[in-house]
Structures are given as C-alpha cells and as structure tokens.
C-alpha cells in the first residue's frame, strides 16, 4: 500500500468516528471533555458552531454518532453523546453574549427563507453575522418548522425550543409568521432578493388508501395530526388507538395518544422488529409507556359502521426471500380484525410544492421534486437553493442543519460572485499532548463502565400532560462517568516512521492488537499478516513511509484502537505521539480556495 | 498520567487458543523498564509461546536473579509461580525447584551480569546438571541497573554511551554452553520474533538444559552508534546461521518436508525441530562443527543467530540424580517422611 497521507484532514477525520459520521461534523470528543471538566458553556458552544441547537438536539437527535461510536465496537454500548449534549444545554450559563456579532452596516444583499424550520434558521445564522439582510416567511404562528408541530412537547419543552430560536433571531433576522409563500415567481420577480432558500420540508403526510379510508372523520393523517395537537386544536382521541407505520414519527404519535387519553395504543407493523424504521430508543421509550408494537400486521380495510369507526381489518403476514425477485415479499396467513376508536397513519411524509410555478425555471424531476444538486443546493434555477427535507425528502434534524450551514456557503458564494464549487476547504491543527513522561493533557484511561442509564418522570405523572418532559437528563454524577466512557478517539496516534527503531515496544503494548511491524503489501494481503484480525472493512489501515533499520512498514489497524496511548509512552524515540485533531470545518463567509489567493 | 494497568478493552474477535485464552490472559503487571527496553519484547515473545502452546499459566515456574533482564518475569503470566533469588544464584534455585516437581515447566530469565559476571559459576553448573528448563539470557553488553557500564559480554572495541572503549574480551554465552556440554544452544534478537517465538516454543520442548542468548539492547545505555548490541547494529549484522521452525506434537500431521536443505530433530515429546536453509557445512547436530562454524562469523564480527546446537539423546537432572516422579507436593506425608524406622533402614548401607 501507498503511505498514507495523515496530511489529509479526512484521515483523521475518519477516525473520530462519531464526527465521521454527524452531518454536520460536531467536535463530540472535544466537547464530553469539555462537559468532564465542567464547562458546559464551553462545550455548549462549539456544539453549537456545528448543530446550531445543541438543546434541542440533545433531546430529539437522530444520532447518527452514537451506532458509529467506537465504545460500540470494543464495548457493548456507545456513548450517550445525545444525552451528553443536553448535559452542556441544561447547564450552561447565559450564552446570548457570546453569539456571532452581527456587523450594523449590511452587505446590501437580500436573501429569503422559506419556511422557518430548523435547515432555514441555520442559513439564518450563517448568513446575518457576515452582513446579509434576511428575511424569513412561515405559515404558523410559530418558528421552529417541524421542531414544533411534529415532535412533541414531552420529548421537547416549548421553552428550550423558542430560546435557540431566539438566539437566531436577535440577530436581526426579519421574521413574517403567518405569511406562506403562495407564488414563487412573484417573490424571486418581485420580492428583490438576490437569492432564495426554500426550506419547507416534507410536509405532505403519507395517506392508506384503503376500503372505508373516508368514511370516518377518526382516521388521521400523523403529521397533521401531531400538528394539531402542538396548536392546541386537539386534546383528547379514543380510548383504543392504532398506529398505523413504525417510524419514529409513529413513535411521536402513539405516545402523544397515550397522553391525550389513548388507553390501548397500539402500532401496527407491517414489518418485523429488525426491520422497524424507529430508533431503538425511541421504541423502547414507547414500550416503557406501554405502547404495543404488533408486527407482521398489514392494514387491510377501515371497518366503519353507521359512520362510526369499528375497527381495522389486518392481513397477518409472514415474510419470505423470494429468489425470483431477489428480495423479501410477504404472504398472508390470516385475517385478524383489531377495535379501535382512532387510527393515526404514520408511513411516511411526501414533499409538495404546489405554490412553486412549473414553468419558472424551477426544473422538477422524478416524484415530482426539483432537482437540487447534492453539493452547491442549488436548484436548475440559479439563486434559488433548496435544503432540510425540502430538498431530497425526509431525513432529520440534524441534516437539516447542514444543508443549512452548506446552503449558506453556497448563497454567500452566488452573492459575492465566487463559483458554487468553490467551496471553502477542510482543514485541520494537529498537535501533541504529551505534558511530560507517562503524562498526557487528556485523560487516557480506558474506564470500562456500562453505559449511563436515562432517568425518567414517573410513568403516571408522565403521562398526565403532553407539557411534562418524559426525560429528565443525567444529573452531575451520571454526566461524570459516562464523560468518562469517551474514547478520545480525536487524540490520534501521529506515527513518524524516520524516528522508529523498531524495538516493538508499541506493538507489544497495545492492548488491542493493532499494531504490526511487516513488510509492505496490497491491503488484502497485509490485512491477513496483521496482529490480530483486521476484519472491519470498513475501517482503515494507516501504512507508514518504510522504516529505517528493515525498510518494512508499520501498520495500524484503526478499527478497534482505544487511543490509550500506551504506544506512544512505550516509545523511546516519540515516533508514535499521542497529537489531538482538531478539524476545521469551515461555514459561510471563512475563507474559500478563491479569498485565500 | 499513564494508566496503572493496560485497558481491559479486548479485541472482540481475537483468535483463542485450545484453553480458550488470548495472549491478554498470559499477560503479567505493566513493565518499569525503559520505554523501548529489548527485555519488554522477549517478555512478549514469551506470552506468544506460552499462548500458542496451549500452556496452562500454573504450571509454570518463573525465575529470575537480579538486574533489569530479572525483572521480566513480572511482566507476563501473573498466574504463574515465580521466585526472585540472589544476584547470579537463579539457577541453583531453579535445579532445587525442578528436582522438587518435575511437572512443571521452569523459565529462568538472567541477564549477561547475573549469568556471565556474580552467577558464572551457578550458570556453568546448571549445564552441567542439565537442568530442565527454558534459560533466556537477557544479553545487552551493558550493567544498565547501575548506568551503563560495560559487562562481561560486551565486545572489544564496543563504544559506552560516553565514548570510552571496552577492551576486555568479552564472555560469549553461546560458545561456553557449548563446550560445556550444553544440549540445546541458540541465540536470537529480541527485535525478531519471527525468530524468537519458534525458538522459544522449542526450548520449553526441549528436555534439559535449553539454552537462549538474545540480544535485548539497551535503549538507554547501549543502543548508540559505536555499540555492538544495537539495534541498528544487531540488524545489520546478525547472520541467521539456520532458519527454526518448531512444529508442536499437537499439529505435526501438516508438517510438510521441503527437503534439500531441510534437517529434523524430533524432540523427546514427538514434537519436532525442523531446521531450514543450513549451509552445506554446518550440521546442528555436531558439537564440533558448530563450534568451529561459530568462530568464523565472530571473526567476521557477525553474530550468528538460531537454534545453533540441539543434542535429543542424554540424561537430564532427574536421571543424573534419580528424582522422584511425583512433585513432592503432591507426596503423602508417610512417604514423604517414612519415619526413623526408615532412615535406621537406609543408614545400615553405609555401615
């Protein structure tokens, strides 16, 4: 194998698996530790120059970190970094001081959002400290997009909600609640905005049509549903209640019945457990408020009588490899009718667009969605930029979020005449910890403690109101050990192949194996003459330059490193140095390839 | 600050041995010896061996006398018996040992001050008994426990860390095993284990006397240009006289012969020592050749390595001296201790 290029931000990167894999590349390791030492404004903030919402995220995130996290590999669980987050929120001091300053004179450029959903406000916060006028049209009476009318208040208080809100606002964003956009051409022609961001989501609920699907008022579309309950135009549903869908949207539903007065909620899969699109925690939260989860149950028939909902008939399914197709397809082994007085249907969300005129310039693709390109967000119309789950269909909050912050790059770049594809490049610092013998700046022992146990209200008292959060956060001593179960994994073993002497000090150290002094080959080959087995494809293996004495080289397999940093100690000529990675990813407005010649 | 004991993080699929152990669980306290120190690779080596013959961790002895190669055994199987003795008087406590229970497997691990300077005589002796055991000499030219003067295998012209040269001549290890009638004689480097593990493996087979001399440089005090038990220098020079391969009884169907230049030795436990690219005029098995083979790498200031000597037919410690079969342990105290009526029976042969 070639050497490889540890000058390549992305290397390291890479390693930080939780990082790797947050769409917006939130520094998680930089901020436990700054949560262990006990300041959390500190973490709070550099969350928030990634995620922007580090409470509300810290309760409703999709967490994408956490299966990525390499406790999860070495340990059972992975860290609780969602949890963790909220940690930094809920104990931070007052931070409205220390948001980006917005200069007072503007740039002269004007820039609409469409829809005031978490992917706008973050274009939002980008944008206004680097001068740009903008302005913000939403429907509701409310910001907060799909923050507000699709997750529930029991997951997310009001309050920590409009306060990260308002952080974006006070910085002099033009905010018309009410005002939906009707017509898209007549704001790019006669709005004078030098560019538009459509960030309405995907707010079209996924409808059954099935036999009797009309002929009751009780069968409700999820999101709306949701929606009307977040307004207060619904407060109460029916004793027994299906949920029809086992996403985490079904999820919101079935406990915001359970608190409306549903007494026998039930979720109806068509699937079987491992193919539930729900988080597992969030199931598990449902369970926890028994909620019953049927599987194999597909929905067959609204059973309505005189106009008074009965019941659903459902095909109990059982799913079978079908060779011919090449994929899973179902059969039917019975029919089962369940009583219920509501039905919920929470299978998905589609996009609309029907205020956005067709012939405008705007080309639209398959399903009917414009074409948007993956990286510049910018649509077939130039100036006019698309992010969140108007863009591509559902994902969640926090992709929302970078499509925001990417969007803004791009909106910056049409505004100051810089190409799209210019786009300000990843960077990083790399430096030692070592504070002198056996000493690093971070703490390196590996503490082996299971993971930290949410605790929540009382079942009773929990379900009473939708205003009573369910979690109650970690308190002091749980945040102090499970900031301990983080791995540093951005404390990367930095290795200098010109001062090894091959001693094999490192390599008969390292606790997991994963390190080998062997000569030079193809990764297939060499990932059978390591250590210990190298089987994770998917992570990488550093190869050194040849080494001095043998001129073999020195391989690291990074999958199941605990960054202890044994090797680096074991070192005699600090050949291997323990060096935290910090990478810069830049937003709007730092500089790009073209500013900085 | 650095971790008291190594994470107990463990590598989720790493291949077990036949007890079902990894070689974590052959591992002993951390080392204090010099980050880089050539001893902390013998000690892993060791855990290779130990872990890939599918030793027990209780049926082993570990000794040792004084010095940094003397701390070793700490460093691997805590589950083990070990004894630290005087300075140079390991191997009488190892022959006491051994005729006292010959079940286990005893690992003597000396350094070239305790075995070739205050323990010469105790090391000659132990050959000469041909006490069953596995002795690693630990050999970095240097007294490094007292910073770095030279000792007695350090080679004429060799440079101290300071410059000053060494004009004794040195002690070779391996050329005085062998002439004292040792049965199995090898050297290797701590930094090859490629080499060293198979070694290793086939000194715990060996019954009697197995002898190893590896270089362990000295990374504090001998590991400069100029020394002779470098690891530049070892690298450079070291001259693999016969490649190893040791093929455990438990695996010996596979063993495949490449002949030409391939010579076995079946060991007493049908384990088998198969030695490969050998010269035309070097025989393992002839002390004689050996020794004159030996003489000319040295004058070409090369250090021969391998297993360069290995004797199976002889009588070890327990048939010199007629020992008992059972550890005395596991003896009954009447046979251990047949009483006056006994002895009375006993003396009358001298009468």
Known sequence: ?597 | MSPSARPVARHPRMRTNALGLTPRDYEGAMSTLCAGCGHDSVTAALIQAFYQMDVEPHRVAKLSGIGCSSKTPTYFMSQAHGFNSVHGRMPSIAAGANAANRDLLFVGISGDGDSLSIGLGQFCHAIRRNVNMLYVLENNGVYALTKGQFSASADVGTRSKKGEVNRHGPIDPVNLALSLGATFVARSFSGDKRQLVPLLKAGLAHKGFAFIDVISPCVTFNDHVGSTKSYAHTRTHAHEVVETDFVQLKSRITADYEGGSTQAVTMHDGSVVRFSKVSEDYDPRDRGKVLRYLREVRNRGEVATGLLYLEESYEDLHEFENTVERPLVELEYETLCPGSKALAELQKEWW
């Open chain 1, 1 to 597: 194998m070639e050497p490889t290029n540890t000058g390549d931000p992305q290397y390291y990167h890479r390693v930080v698996d939780c990082q790797w894999a947050c769409p917006a590349h939130t520094n998680v390791p930089e901020y436990i530790r700054l949560i262990a030492q006990g300041r959390y404004t500190d973490a709070y903030m550099l969350n928030r120059k990634s995620n922007v919402f580090p409470g509300i995220l810290g309760r409703t995130c999709d967490r994408p970190c956490e299966p990525a996290c390499r406790r999860t590999r070495v340990d059972e669980k992975p860290v609780a970094i969602c949890r963790l987050k909220r940690v930094a929120a809920d104990l931070r001091d007052p931070v409205a001081h220390l948001m980006p300053e917005v200069p007072e004179e503007k740039n002269g450029k004007r820039v609409a959002l469409i829809g005031g959903g978490p992917a706008s406000l973050t274009v939002a916060n980008d944008l206004l400290p680097l001068g740009y006028e903008v302005v913000l049209y939403e429907k509701h009476d409310r910001l907060g997009g799909l923050m507000l009318t699709n997750i529930p208040s029991f997951r997310l208080p009001e309050k920590v909600l409009s306060a990260e809100i308002g952080f974006i606002v006070d910085m002099g964003l033009e905010v018309h609640l009410e005002t939906p956009v009707t017509s898209m051409r007549d704001l790019w022609e006669n709005g004078g905005f030098d560019a538009v961001f459509v960030g309405v989501g995907a707010p079209r609920g996924k409808n059954l049509e099935l036999p009797g699907r009309y002929d009751s008022a009780n069968v409700h579309i999820g999101i709306d549903w949701l929606e009307s309950v977040a307004f207060e135009h619904i407060d109460s549903i029916g004793e027994r209640v299906l949920v029809i869908g086992v996403g985490n949207t079904a999820m919101d539903c079935c406990r915001t019945a359970k608190r409306l007065g549903g007494a026998e909620v039930k979720v109806m899969a068509r699937r079987g457990r491992k193919d539930f699109k729900a988080s597992e925690w969030e199931l598990e939260d449902a369970e926890e408020e028994k909620v019953e989860i049927l599987e194999y149950h597909s929905p067959k028939e609204f059973v309505v009588e005189d106009g008074v909902l009965k019941g659903m008939k459902f095909d109990v399914v059982e799913w079978y490899h079908d060779e011919e197709a090449g994929r899973e397809k179902s059969r039917t082994v019975e029919e089962v009718f369940i009583p219920c007085d509501d039905v919920v249907l929470a299978i998905g969300q589609d996009n609309a667009f029907p205020w956005m005129e067709r012939d405008m310039g705007i080309e639209f693709g398959k399903w009917d969605m414009p074409t948007v390109d993956r990286v510049t967000h910018q649509c077939s119309l130039p100036g006019i930029f698309f992010g969140g789950d108007a863009a591509w269909g559902p994902e969640n909050i926090i992709w929302a979020v970078e499509h925001g912050h990417q969007a803004a790059i791009s909106i910056h770049n049409h505004c100051q005449g810089i190409p799209l594809t210019d786009r300000p490049p990843a960077g990083m610092n790399l430096f030692s910890q070592k504070m002198g013998l056996h000493e690093w700046s971070y703490s390196n022992e590996y503490n082996p403690a299971a993971r930290t146990q949410m605790r929540y209200v009382d079942l009773e008292e929990r379900l009473r109101s939708m205003e009573v959060e369910a979690e109650l956060g970690f308190d002091v001593q749980q945040t102090a050990r499970e900031v301990q179960r983080c791995l540093n994994c951005d404390i990367q073993t930095d290795f200098e192949a010109k001062l090894c002497i091959e001693c094999d000090a490192c390599i008969d150290i390292c606790p997991l194996f994963c390190l080998t002094i062997t000569d030079n080959g193809e990764e297939e080959d060499l990932r059978q003459r390591l250590t210990a087995p190298a089987d994770n494809l998917k992570q990488a293996l550093y190869v050194s330059e040849a080494l001095p004495q043998t001129k073999r080289v020195m391989v690291k397999d990074e999958d199941l490193c605990v960054h202890c940093g044994l090797c680096a100690e074991r070192c005699p000529t600090a050949a291997w140095d323990m060096k935290k990675f910090d990478l810069i990813y830049p937003h709007a407005g730092q500089a790009s390839r073209a500013e900085v010649s």
